[in-house]
């Protein structure tokens, strides 16, 4: 198992579509293969009227590990209607994912507003237990990202890796597991014993890292990278690592700051960062 402090090289480095947002799936490879990035993890917006099958092979002829598909979930609804659709989106999803040659989805469940959150947990699980069978078929694991509570009134309704984790207990499924956000699950004094339980039950399918900046300026679209906010970030890795858990360390950092910046300079910040806040 590879400590923190002993980390030298960007090999388990996976950076996300999504943080470098300005680019296209083709710049960001190229850009990703030429700082030497190991692993990649596609939003599924990049893929839009593009040949998925081609694009996975392009990435695999740039050795980036394609870490995962980002994203599906997004189950609850006030209607059959609505709930029907989830359902068919998320198979859309894994024929995604199995097309690119991705291993995993990570699901942000989703919630209603005004829907009591019992309500959305069960929507979720009866959701999640309905694409599993196409999952199965195609071996794709599906990974529920619990998200920090600021987003449980439409965005997830699972906000702790303890939901996360009882949701994975209903389904009792080895496909189905979860992604743990730094960003989202920092705050949870129960974290230790939750990552450990997740360890146990072999349910730790992906570790997503950036950092909470003080003051935050946009709940969804200020996240810091790693060293900018107040994250123990190589705490929580150490904790992750000692469930025995080697994938990627992936950064996911949705920010308009950055955004806004030249971003062969915040590919070459993320590689800095990694190195010395991760």
């Not at 004094?189 to 997740?198: A, F, G, N, V, W």
């Not at 810091?224 to 994250?231: A, D, F, N, V, W």
């Amino acid at each position: 198992m590879m400590s923190p402090t002993s980390l030298t090289d960007h090999s388990k480095l996976c950076v996300h579509t999504i943080t470098t947002k300005p680019w296209s799936v083709e710049e960001s490879m190229d850009k990703y293969t030429e700082a030497g990035i190991g692993g990649i993890t596609v939003w599924r917006q990049w893929l839009e009227g593009r040949d998925i099958a081609k694009v996975g092979d392009q990435l695999r002829d740039r050795n980036l590990e394609i870490v995962s598909l980002c994203r599906g979930g997004f189950f609850p609804s006030k209607t059959e209607p609505g709930l029907k659709e989830a359902i068919e989106d998320n198979k859309l999803a894994i024929r995604e994912a199995a097309e690119l040659g991705a291993p995993l989805i990570v699901l942000v469940c989703g919630a209603v507003p005004g829907q009591p959150l019992e309500e959305s947990r069960k929507q979720i699980a009866d959701g999640i237990a309905a694409v599993l069978p196409l999952a199965e078929e195609h071996n794709i694991k599906l990974a529920i990202e619990p998200l920090h509570p600021m987003y449980a009134d439409d965005r997830s309704a699972i906000n702790t890796m303890a939901s996360a984790n009882e949701v994975c207990d209903q389904l009792n499924h080895p496909l189905a597991g979860i992604a743990a956000d730094v960003y989202h699950i920092w705050w949870d004094p129960d974290l230790e014993e939750q990552i450990r339980i997740t360890g146990e039950k072999d349910r730790l399918f992906a570790f997503h890292i950036c950092d909470w900046m003080t003051p935050t300026a946009d709940l969804l679209n200020d996240r810091g990278l790693m060293g900018e906010g107040c994250i123990d970030i190589p705490g929580i890795r150490a904790m992750v690592e000692a469930t025995g858990f080697d994938g990627f360390n992936e950064v996911e950092v949705f920010s308009d700051r950055w955004w806004s910046q030249d971003q062969d300079t915040f590919l070459k910040a993320i590689k800095e960062a990694y190195l010395k806040h991760s």
